[in-house]
């Protein structure tokens, strides 16, 4: 049993538990709604297997395939389920037929079915996205379901109340349950209608591995993984489909960064003080290549560039500079601009005055954020911290480090915390300097 293992094993272990719960979860839920057609069901099964995983694993050590071992779990539960219900025979027949026997049972090989495991993932996310629920209950959902965020979290990131979010995934699940909906991948018409909002949840997965809304690190590196592959999976889905290839681009560009975005001591580094000698080259290549199919298949359609296209065209415009000094601003701002007409956003509007104060200087960058009302940002510290460097820049240190005080008050990130006392005390000490021995 559990309990007989010394505490030190039972604590390295549940340790290892979390990092594979945490590595496996999505594909495990996605195997198991396509099994079960059942996602309270699915999301219950691989919750059994992960107590399961906890009681057993201390005391008989780690599988050698712990996502096979957890699934393999999950599927006997399954089986039990319609036993006992004594309902779904012939589901029952179906999962006792996929069930290995024997020294197979043991460590099952997983690898033949890799391809039908990532077409499950598409199939979670494209039935978190299907149109009978609202934009942002498909968002919030797929973030809890595919990104494994706490309902915590995703109100972080959403700038909503955690009773109000967890209502909102609550009526989703129970929307698609009592609408009985088709889980098979929607072909054609019905997936390129799904597409814009598949996308947009693929981006927001990207962004909470690029910069995580709350935890010790600042990025989480599988959930950035995870966004490329899927955003892969999409340009190959739909070739014909310019911002297919334009998400693929950006996440690729953006991902080429990571290496360079910690230093040695593994405190976070803005942009303009990466090593870009450090960004991954493979991937700002597969970036720069996935950008020129975005913009080629525009032109073939006649179709203008997508909103993620445009910005696949700034985050290039930082790929291609070699030094933070050579970063074309005004074509960033110039870029910015058109995205601000085809997608207007608070988040857009933060960043087109971070390019506004680069490219025209740091009073053009202050207009356009003073021109955002501030309760569309309310709770978040990106319009403080924004302002914090607009401020700094315009050599108004006091007023910079309030705003970064504001702003270090709003994050849960500690990376992201750490970055903005540095930026507060830099501040603090130039209003000193200037100052004087005179100042007040």
Known sequence: MASDAPREVRAEVQ??????????????????????????LAEDLAQDALVAALEQWPADGIPANPGAWLMQVAKRRAIDTFRRNATL???????????????EAQVPDLDATLDHVEDDVLRLILLTCHPLLSPESRAALTLRLVAGLTTAEIARAFLARESAVGQRITRAKKTLAEHRVDLEVPVGQERTARLDDVMSVVYLIFNEGYTATSGEDWARHDLCHEGIRLARMLAVLEPRHPDTHGLQALLELQASRLPARLDAAGAPVLLEAQDRARWDQLLLRRGLAALDRATAVAR?????????TAQAHIAACHARARTAEETDWSRIARWYDALSAAAPGPVVEVNRAVAHGRAHGPDAGLAVLDAIAPEALAGSHLLPSVRGDLLA?????????????????????????????RRRAESVAADV???GPGGD
């Not at 025979?89 to 020294?103: K, M, N």
């Open 15 to 40: 340790a290892q538990v979390t990092a594979v719960w945490r590595r496996e979860s999505t594909r495990l839920v996605a195997a198991l709604l396509r099994l079960t057609r059942d996602l309270d």
């Open 89 to 103: 025979r012939d589901r029952t027949a179906e999962l006792a037929r996929a069930l290995p026997t024997g020294e």
């Open 300 to 308: 073939e359609r006649e179709e203008p560039i997508g909103p993620i």
């Open 393 to 421: 820049r315009a050599g108004r240190h006091r007023e910079a480090a309030e705003a970064f005080s504001a702003a270090i008050s709003l994050t849960a990130n500690e990376g992201e915390r750490s970055v903005l006392r």
């Open 433 to 435: 300097e200037e100052s």
